[in-house]
Structure formats: C-alpha cells, structure tokens
C-alpha cells in the first residue's frame, strides 16, 4: 500500500462528506460530523451501549468520543444513563431528537445516493472488485493500528 492510495482514499472521503453537508437542511450543515452521525447511527431502534463498546464499534478512542458525546449531549440528541450496578460505566443512548437527526441524515444521504446512481454506473463485476479490495485495504490499516497500540502500550 503507498502513499497515493491513502491520499485518494481521504480525498474520497473529504468530497463525500461535502457533498453530504450540502444535501443537509441549511440549519444542520456544518455542525455534525461523520463521528456524530455514526454515533446515532449505532443508538438506533432503542439500542444502548456503554461508552467502551460505542467507542470499539465506531472505532474511537474513548477520550475522543467523550468530545463528541458531550456535544450530542448537549444538543439534546443522546443522553447518558449510569449503571444501577456499576457506578463507573454509563450506558448511552439515543433521544427522540437524536433519532429525528438521523433519519434527517439518512434521507440527505439517500438523495446523494441516488444522485450518485443517477450518472453513469461503475459495472457491478468492478463494483463488487472495488469493495473487496477496500475491505482488504481497512483489514491491512486496522492491522497496523492494532501493531501501533501495541506499540504504545
């Protein structure tokens, strides 16, 4: 894996998340990220995780998501809940506000997603080999994120 594949695959990610900001509502572009969105994404239809398992799930650190809770937080959109038996571990979940701004999303999302189909179509057979080479690729980089915390401790 070199340096260009890395650079294309952020670059793909960067133009994807404009292009998602732009299809939000005026009133909420520009103030979730991906990270918030994949919070909320994890809380719905009632489901609620401590604070651990949200962080191994959307594959954050556990400081970084105390940031992005807090603000969901306080915006409305998640709340915390401590454990009855372990006063150390809260459980978050989702708000009716929190789920109304994800579906807000998954419409936005959808929209771009069917705009996206709309131009001409990659083939399925390389499709289906674009997606198998980057399911390869994330294995390869959480690897090396794996040899890097091992590192560090």
Known sequence: MNVDTIRLMTGIST????L???SLPAELRHQWSGSHLAILAALQNGRTLTMQNLARLIQKDKSTL???????ETHGFVQRSPDELDRRK????STPKGNRL????????QRLTALCDSMQPIPKDQEA???SDLH??????????????AIKD
């Open 15 to 18: 133009i994807w998340d404009q």
């Open 20 to 22: 998602l900001q732009a």
């Open 66 to 72: 105390s940031v992005l809770i807090r603000k969901l």
């Open 90 to 93: 809260c459980w978050i979940l």
């Open 102 to 109: 994800y579906r807000q999303y998954q419409k936005a999302e």
């Open 129 to 131: 080999k674009l997606q």
């Open 136 to 149: 390869l690729l994330e294995q390869r980089l959480l690897q090396v994120r794996s040899q890097l915390a």
